[in-house]
Every structure is written in structure tokens, then in C-alpha cells.
């Protein structure tokens, strides 16, 4: 098992940038695929995207991709989420999830380890 911790979440303007960490501790990161996902007010947790274990391939949702990057770096047990261009629909409570093995999936409910959260809300 894997402990994570978000961070770096905050209220800011459409159109600027802003980047989430997760830090790792437990068991080596590099055996686990990893991923964000956000969950709006009122509605289901979304899958953002996800990078698999030794960071080489990476996947987003069609409502991210050009705008976030999710770069790992396993000798310092830490994940991010690199935000640009923030709209409205960005606003949520962003978590990190891990899972033993290789990236197969995006489904949420494969992923075991989770995080607290952090908020970001983006304002017009």
C-alpha cells in the first residue's frame, strides 16, 4: 500500500496556471500506475489522467489534453498535475489514486490508494 498527499490547489483566474503534487510514501512509486482524478460539486468523480509506472506513457481525458501534463518522478516519491489555461469547468476537488502494476485502465474504481484532495476553483 501506498500513502499519497495532494497539494498545491487554490483559487485562481480563467485562463492561468497552476500545479498539483502528490507525494508518495510506503511502498516504491515506481510499482504503482498512477493518476488524477476530479470530482465537481454534485457530480461524479472524473478520471483527468494518468501515467504508468516508469513514467513513459501518459494518458488525458479529451477535456484536458493540450492544457495538463502529468509528470512523475519516482526518486522523489512525487506526482503531479500541470495545469495551464484553467477554465470554470476545471473547478473540483482533485485527488491522486495509485495501483500496483501496469496501466491497463483509467476506471476509478481500480485504483486503491487515494489522497485527501486539494480544491482548485477557477473564476471568470
Known amino acids: 500500500q501506498v500513502q499519497l498527499v495532494e497539494s498545491g490547489g487554490g483559487l485562481v483566474q480563467a485562463g492561468a496556471s497552476l500545479r498539483l503534487s502528490c507525494a508518495a510514501s510506503?511502498?516504491?512509486?515506481?510499482?504503482?500506475?498512477m493518476a488524477w482524478f476530479r470530482q465537481a460539486p454534485r457530480k461524479g468523480r472524473e478520471f483527468v489522467a494518468g501515467?504508468?509506472?516508469?513514467?513513459?506513457?501518459?494518458n488525458y481525458a479529451d477535456s484536458v489534453k493540450g492544457r495538463f501534463t502529468i509528470p512523475r518522478d519516482n526518486a522523489k516519491n512525487t506526482l503531479w498535475l500541470e495545469m495551464n489555461s484553467l477554465k470554470p469547468e476545471d473547478t473540483a476537488t482533485y485527488y491522486c489514486?495509485?495501483?500496483?502494476?501496469?496501466?491497463?485502465?483509467?476506471?476509478?474504481?481500480?485504483?486503491?490508494?487515494w489522497g485527501q484532495g486539494t480544491q482548485v476553483t477557477v473564476s471568470s
Open positions: 501515467i504508468t509506472r516508469a513514467g513513459r506513457g501518459t
Open positions: 489514486a495509485a495501483r500496483p502494476g501496469p496501466y491497463t485502465t483509467s476506471d476509478e474504481t481500480t485504483f486503491g490508494s
Open positions: 510506503g511502498r516504491a512509486s515506481s510499482a504503482y500506475s
